[in-house]
């Protein structure tokens, strides 16, 4: 499976986790987010905290790894953060000049970003350990109920899959552009917003005119391989629902009963 | 026996965009029996490719017929019959596969027709074995050299058990290693799996190894015959603008020179053997 790895982040594993049928996977991450949302109070975040752990442990996927995956936000999250905590009203625990910081304020800023931070590490989880073709083929035949009022599920599923196939073919050859251009004395780097965005059409103007040349070859290959959209399409993978999503499922089931009673006995609701 | 393709009085005018008729075929007349391996040869845009997108109605004919085991391409419930039956294999590997894993690609082709699921997969290894990529069958095609592409190309329509592959030029992009591989992939289909095949080329030797070769000029089929005897007449071959392969043309050179050899040399054992006597 050593090309997999090269595909979006799939971190390619035989655990109960990586086992599980896509389908199962993607509701339980809905359901997660779902109880993300409903979490007010420490012991909540506390559960929620601890359900990830196990999830990581169950698929046994490196801690770091997965806590890596915050890396691409963490500015959003630190300014989250900050905002509450300069802004947060009550007790003042903390001043410093004209800046205070509030009891209120500091478990608001907390938990806001701890939110942030489960939300992008169960979702970089779903993808750790899905292939991505897999997951196509999970997120098709989820959307397939929706096709009547207008969803274009196969065709969403196809638009996934050929981007994923083309979106290394085509980074390869920026990088051929852009080391051609390079050579005729083209600058990318140094100089303002614009002089730069200039600095781009080199290599964006060749690129199109190839995307849309490749993509006019692959429809007549698609074609001619009788490709006629989703009507009538069998799978090679097929999806089949197991014990273990049965389980996958109750302990959803379990975990937003949870955090509902922990929501709803204090009475107390922020949000 | 019935001919697995037959052209009638074929012609096809493109319009392009400023409404211009560029007429690309004028009135084709070809029969291909089974089992034949054909070569189509001819300067660019003489037409080839636009008559080989006809044989598996990807393009439909402006005046003319065009049957696929005595089903005419232009009746709509017969599409799909024919789209199956003839494969196509083009000139650039990177834009025929689809899928991000090589199995997955190979599998488009059954997945499109409804094959059902339990019946792909045999399928899919059965057309990665004729093109030796078993192993090759969990990678992403990105990271595959181009003549692996293209077997995975080939792969991919072999898995539609098709009678006839149609092949544009599908050497023309390929590296010397990479091309040998193709061609020999080629010979063996026809030979040991018995499909038709139709393969365009600039490259004349290898439109030597087919039993039939067929050169155009300007949208008309202007040679015909055993590659033999189409090599055989170098002058005419060269007013085509084209090359007779190398063994052709030395031939013709000494025989201008004045020494006695046959007109059937074209390849570079039979040089050799003349030359020896
Ligand atoms: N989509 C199109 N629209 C307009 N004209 C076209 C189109 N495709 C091909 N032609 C024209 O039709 C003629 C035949 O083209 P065709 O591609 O069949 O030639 P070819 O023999 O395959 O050439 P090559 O060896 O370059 O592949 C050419 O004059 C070409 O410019
Ligand atoms: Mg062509």
């Not at chain 2, 004729?130 to 077997?151: C, D, F, I, W």
């Amino acid at each position: 499976m050593l090309a997999d790895i090269t595909l979006g982040q799939y971190y390619p594993g035989t655990s109960f986790v990586h086992k599980l049928d896509p389908r199962t996977k993607i509701l339980a991450t809905m359901s997660f987010i779902i109880a993300v949302f409903l979490a007010v109070s420490a012991t909540s975040y506390a559960v929620l905290v601890a359900f990830v752990l196990s999830v990581i442990f169950l698929a046994r996927l490196p801690v770091l790894l997965v806590v890596k995956s915050i890396k691409p936000l963490w500015i959003i999250i630190v300014l989250t953060m900050g905002i509450h905590l300069l802004t947060g009203q009550g007790e003042v625990i903390w001043s410093w000049k004209f800046i205070s910081v509030t009891k209120e304020g500091l478990s608001m800023g907390v938990m806001m970003s701890l939110r942030l931070v489960l939300l992008l590490m169960i979702s970089s989880i779903l993808t750790f350990t899905t292939s991505p073709i897999v997951l196509t083929d999970g997120i098709e035949y989820l959307l397939k109920p929706f096709k009547r009022v207008g969803v274009p599920a196969h065709e969403l599923a196809m638009m996934m899959t050929i981007a994923l196939r083309f979106i290394p073919t085509l980074l390869e050859e920026t990088d051929r552009i852009m080391k051609a251009q390079m050579a005729r004395g083209a600058e990318f780097k140094g100089g303002n917003i614009i002089a730069r965005a200039k600095g781009m059409l080199p290599i964006l103007i060749p690129l199109f005119i190839s995307a849309f040349r490749r993509a006019d070859e692959l429809a007549v290959a698609m074609e001619s391989r009788c490709y006629h959209g989703g009507e009538g399409r069998t799978s090679m993978h097929e999806l089949v629902y197991r014990h273990r999503d049965l389980l996958a499922a109750l302990a959803m089931v379990v975990l937003i009963v949870i955090i509902g009673v922990l929501k709803w006995s204090n009475g107390l609701c922020v949000i | 026996m019935q001919p697995i393709i037959k052209v009638k009085n074929l012609t096809h005018i493109y319009t392009d965009g400023q409404n211009n008729k560029i007429k690309a075929l004028d009135d084709i007349n070809l029969a291909i029996m089974p089992g034949e391996f054909v070569a189509i040869i001819g300067t660019n845009g003489s037409g080839k490719s636009t008559l080989a997108r006809h044989f598996n109605a990807l393009l439909q004919p402006t005046e003319g017929k065009c049957f696929v085991n005595g089903l005419d391409i232009s009746v709509d419930e017969n599409i799909w019959h024919v789209r199956q039956n003839i494969g196509m294999v083009f000139q650039n590997p990177d834009n025929q596969i689809v899928a991000s894993i090589v199995e997955e690609d190979v599998a488009f082709g059954p997945e499109n027709i409804g094959i059902p699921h339990a019946e792909i997969r045999p399928r899919v290894e059965a057309a990665l074995a004729s093109v030796n990529m078993t192993e090759y069958a969990k990678h992403a095609p990105h990271l595959l050299s181009g003549g692996q592409k293209q077997r995975i190309a080939i792969a991919g329509v072999l898995a539609l058990l098709p009678q006839c592959i149609v092949f544009d030029e599908p050497t023309a992009m390929l590296d010397p290693r990479g091309r040998k591989d193709i061609v020999k992939i080629v010979q063996n289909l026809n030979k040991e799996k018995h499909i038709t095949i139709v393969y365009i080329t600039h490259k004349m030797e290898e439109a030597i190894l087919a039993d039939r070769v067929i050169a155009m000029e300007k949208g008309k089929i202007v040679m015909e015959g055993t590659p033999a005897e189409v090599f055989g007449q170098v002058k005419k071959i060269h007013e085509l603008g084209l090359e007779a392969p190398l063994s052709a043309e030395v031939a013709e050179a000494l025989r201008q020179a004045g020494y006695e050899l046959s007109r059937d040399i074209i390849t570079d054992e039979e040089l050799a053997t003349a030359l020896c006597q």
